[in-house]
C-alpha cells in the first residue's frame, strides 16, 4: 500500500506500513538531486489530473506538455531505485502488468497500433543544472511510453500524428495540450485499463 506523507503514527498499520510512510516520507530529503521524488511525495492538482494508474509500486502519468504522440505516459516507479537491476521481483511483475494494461487502453482507446515505444533513458539525471560542487547524479526510474499511429487521430477537435511511424521518433518533436484536452485522453485510457489485459 502506497502511503503519502504522514506526520503522526498510523493507527492500526503494519510494520512494513510504517516503514513505507517513513520512506515516502522523506524520499526528496533522501535524493535531494532527484526530479522526480518531490513530484511522487508532493503532486500538483493537475499532475493528480493525468494520474492515468496508480498500483503499488508503479504510477502511470499522462505527460500532458509531450503529446506528439497521443497517449504519450510515464510509468514511474514509486520509490526511489537508480538502475533497472535494483528493482525487486514484485516490482518487475507489477511493471509488466501495468505495461500491457497500458498498451491494451491506449488501443482501445485510439486504435493506436502494437508497436509501443518503451523506454527507460534517465539521461537528464546526470545533468546538473547549475555549478554546484555537491551534486551528484540521483537518477530516478520511470519509463517513457509512446504509443504510435499509422494516421492521424483527433481528441476534442485536436488532431495528432505520428509522422515517424514505422521508423524511429523524432524525440524533440512536442506537442502540449490544455489540461481539458488531457483530461479527455486520460479519462479516454482510463476507460479501457485494466490489469487483466
Known amino acids: 500500500m502506497y502511503l503519502k506523507i504522514v506526520s503522526k503514527p498510523l493507527k492500526n498499520a503494519s510494520i512494513e506500513q510504517h516503514r513505507k510512510a517513513y520512506y515516502y516520507k522523506s524520499m526528496a ?9 518531490p513530484i511522487i511525495e508532493n503532486p500538483s492538482q493537475k499532475e493528480l489530473a493525468m494520474r492515468i494508474y496508480e498500483g503499488d509500486h508503479w504510477l502511470v502519468t499522462l505527460r500532458r506538455h509531450n503529446q ?6 510515464f510509468i514511474t516507479l514509486k520509490e526511489h531505485r537508480e538502475s533497472l537491476p535494483d528493482l ?10 501495468i505495461r500491457n494494461g497500458f498498451i491494451h487502453a491506449v488501443g482501445a482507446a ?15 539525471a546526470f545533468k546538473s543544472s ?3 560542487p ?3 547524479p540521483q537518477p530516478h526510474v520511470h519509463y517513457h511510453a509512446k504509443p504510435r499511429y499509422s494516421g492521424p487521430r483527433t481528441i476534442g477537435g485536436v488532431e495528432f500524428t ?11 518533436r512536442t506537442q502540449a495540450v490544455s489540461l481539458p484536452i488531457g483530461k479527455i485522453i486520460v479519462a479516454d485510457i482510463k476507460a479501457h485499463f485494466s490489469l487483466a489485459a
Open 29 to 37: 530529503t533522501q535524493f535531494p538531486y532527484c526530479e522526480i521524488c
Open 68 to 73: 506528439a504522440l497521443l497517449g504519450t505516459s
Open 88 to 97: 525487486t521481483r514484485e516490482q518487475d511483475e507489477e511493471f509488466r502488468v
Open 110 to 124: 485510439f486504435r493506436a497500433e502494437s508497436n509501443l515505444n518503451l523506454y527507460c533513458l534517465m539521461n537528464y
Open 130 to 132: 547549475n555549478d554546484d
Open 134 to 136: 555537491n551534486f551528484v
Open 162 to 172: 505520428d509522422p515517424e511511424f514505422g521508423g524511429p521518433l523524432e524525440l524533440r
